[in-house]
């Protein structure tokens, strides 16, 4: 076996070699990245995901940065704090944090080594196409499980977090797994057709936002896109309650009653937290002795490790968010797609409690960060 084609290290350390590389399939990112729907497929009780990502991250330890590339400082400051403030909430409330907290530090390190060049941008992008359009596909001939009846599910396990698997993960794929516009539309066919069949609302939303994203967002520059997608992100908390239940979903009221009961049980939850929240992994609510994670991320953050936690994590999106601004005015599509995904995580944490702690966070800030590694794009004076 030659050296570019070994998976444990990339071909070269320096740029050129690396971005000849970028454009090759690297079986080890694609193969591992493919595991990543398989949300309810599991292995001695963890997800077999979960074990891929943390055996990419291990090879990752085995191959150079990309030109020396480092991980920016303040991203090192963010991971660093984060990982420390959820170790101290967890050992001080004395929960079982050891599984939350090593989640975590996968995803950590899912970032790191995108952000340090070593991961193969358009092998991870490939690897999430093939692994979303099987886990779609699979779904609709009633493989892997059918457990919400009229609702796309299969290996993704619930049609909430599938929708959010596949607008994040999904932008991230049309984008990143070939720069040919026939085949990005042959890989974005596939995700809309799996998003409407989630039918789940947020998802619907998640998926729209992005396409205004990069078709109009994009062109703003950095303080008025930043402005734009705070806005979308706000839009989805503040629609009135009789747009949510029209139409086709005027039958969602009994679910919607039962989410208000779970916020407010979460209200009760986090006015008596300490500042460093009540621990990893204690995003859960009891109503009538059933128990119901939370169904707001940003308010699961805040349980898990406080406003410290929230505000770092936020940190960490906006930084990748920001660095990709000029790249997405220029006309980088791959930079806007990278920004849309982001966008779209704001969205689905309203409606979903594990969103931003969850694995396609880090693969989004991951592919942000290693894209700003890419060779330069020059704003144009007019632009």
Not at 145 to 165: C, I, K, Q, S, V
Not at 217 to 236: E, H, N, S
């Amino acid at each position: 076996m030659s050296r570019t084609d070994s998976p444990w290290e990339l071909p070269d350390r320096t740029l050129e070699k690396a971005e000849q590389a970028d454009r090759e399939i690297r079986m080890s990112d694609f193969a591992l990245m493919a595991l990543l729907p398989l949300r309810t497929v599991e292995v001695s009780g963890y997800p077999i995901n979960e074990f891929a990502m943390a055996g990419l991250v291990g090879l990752c330890f085995f191959r150079p940065a990309r030109g020396g590339a480092r991980l920016p400082a303040f991203v090192v400051l963010v991971l660093g704090a984060l990982l420390a403030l959820l170790l101290y909430s967890g050992v001080t409330n004395q929960v079982e944090w050891t599984r939350r907290v090593g989640h975590v530090a996968i995803v950590a390190g899912l970032i790191w080594a995108g952000g340090t060049g070593r991961l193969s941008l358009r092998s991870v992008g490939a690897g999430l196409a093939t692994g979303l359009i099987a886990v779609i596909a699979l779904a609709i001939v009633g493989v892997g499980g059918n457990t919400y009846a009229g609702r796309l599910t299969g290996f993704l396990g619930d049609p909430n977090a599938g929708a959010y698997f596949i607008a994040v993960l999904g932008t991230l794929a049309v984008f990143f797994c070939d720069e040919r516009t026939k085949v990005r539309v042959a890989v974005a066919v596939p995700m809309v057709v799996g998003l409407v069949l989630c039918f789940s609302r947020t998802g619907l939303l998640a998926g729209v936002f992005v396409g205004v994203w990069v078709l109009l967002g994009r062109r703003l520059g950095t303080f008025g896109g930043a402005a734009m997608a705070a806005g979308l992100v706000w839009l989805v908390d503040n629609i009135p309650q009789g747009l949510t239940t029209f139409g086709p979903f005027s039958d969602r009221s009994g679910s919607d009653n039962l989410r208000q009961r779970i916020i407010a049980q979460e209200q009760v939850e986090l006015a008596a937290a300490p500042w460093h929240g009540n621990g990893p992994g204690t995003a859960t609510v009891n109503i009538r002795d059933l128990e119901f994670f939370f169904h707001n991320s940003y308010l699961a953050v805040r349980q898990e490790g406080g406003w410290g936690a929230l505000i770092l994590v936020l940190a960490l999106l906006v930084f990748a968010f920001v660095r990709l601004s000029d790249r997405a005015r220029a006309g980088d599509l791959v930079a806007a797609g990278a920004q849309g995904a982001i966008i779209g995580i704001g969205v689905m944490a309203i409606t979903l409690g594990e969103v931003l702690l969850d694995t396609p966070m880090g693969v989004a800030v991951a592919l942000a960060l290693g894209h700003v590694l890419q060779s330069p794009v020059e704003v144009p004076p007019d632009a």
